[in-house]
């Protein structure tokens, strides 16, 4: 039987160009940027906790940079007529702050499919009405959401005294303090019925008193669950000054606190001493 016979290699004439080979990429794998997407810097996108109409929760919501604040009169308006709306929603906002480029959020669900659910309409409504306030197009929060579920009466309590006086926490910080008795218009303080008596009955600063959007709704409602109706004030009634979110301590380990308490005695026995 004859041997077949073998084709001749092709040869590669002089300037002739030679064929490069094609890598075809392949998915998956230990490489560079394979996997999902990491979309979020902030926010953990693992699975949340249970949620139930027991256990309220302090929601984050924070814009992208380079927007304007919150803090103006048009923008607030649009927030305070979106919270208004949310009460027909799945979530119930008991509490709002409101800073310039984040909010805080005290809120009740029934259930996480509820949360999910009047969140992402919160967030969509207030994206839409923002963007048509600023007279952009484009993303509006710069991360989904953060949930933190408040489980006992103290937590409920630091998380009211961290909403509430969340502004002169950021204030006090990078410029003159506050009045002691300043109470953040642009927040629910005004409709929080907590407040140790000694300073809602004190002399308020003028800011305390001028809401930005007095015709509007208050945007909040009722709190249902015990914890946040009361059971977190056997800790003791909020004061305008009180920004901690923390256990307190001693007196004898807080001369910062002392300080502060000192000079609120001192403007009190001011005031109650005969012109």
């Known amino acids: 039987m004859p041997a077949p016979k073998r084709t001749p290699r092709a040869t590669r004439q002089p300037g002739e160009q030679a064929q490069i080979a094609l890598r075809f990429r392949t998915w998956g794998g230990a490489r560079q940027g394979a996997g999902r997407p990491r979309s979020s810097q902030r926010v953990s996108h693992l699975t949340r906790e249970r949620v139930t109409r ?61 949360l999910a659910r009047g969140m992402q309409a919160l967030s969509i409504r207030l994206a839409k009405q923002l963007n048509r306030s600023f007279e952009r197009k484009g993303r509006v929060f710069a991360d989904r959401f953060h949930a933190r579920a408040l489980k006992t009466p103290l937590e409920v309590r630091r998380a009211l005294a961290y909403v509430l ?27 929080f019925d907590g407040w ?26 009722a709190a ?28 004898s380990r807080s001369p910062a606190g002392g300080k502060l308490r000192r000079t609120a005695d001192a403007r009190q026995r001011r005031a109650r001493s005969p012109a």
């Not at 800790?235 to 920004?243: E, N, T, Y």
């Open 196 to 221: 140790d008596p000694e300073w809602v009955h004190a002399a308020p600063d003028k800011r305390a008193l001028l809401d930005p959007a007095p015709t509007l709704e208050s945007g909040v409602v």
């Open 54 to 114: 027991h256990v309220p929760l302090h929601v984050t919501l924070r814009l992208v940079r380079g927007l304007p604040s919150l803090r103006g009169k048009a923008a607030f308006r649009v927030v305070r007529e979106a919270l208004a709306a949310q009460r027909r929603g799945g979530v119930h906002v008991i509490h709002y702050s409101i800073q310039s480029n984040h909010l805080h959020l005290l809120v009740e669900a029934q259930s996480t499919q509820g």
């Open 224 to 251: 249902r669950s015990f914890l946040l109706r009361s059971g977190w004030r056997r800790h003791g009634l909020l004061q305008p000054f009180d920004v901690s979110d923390a256990e307190p301590k001693p007196k």
């Open 165 to 191: 006086n969340n502004f002169r926490r950021h204030a006090d910080g990078k410029g003159p303090r506050l009045p002691l008795s300043f109470r953040d218009p642009m927040s629910s303080a005004h409709w």
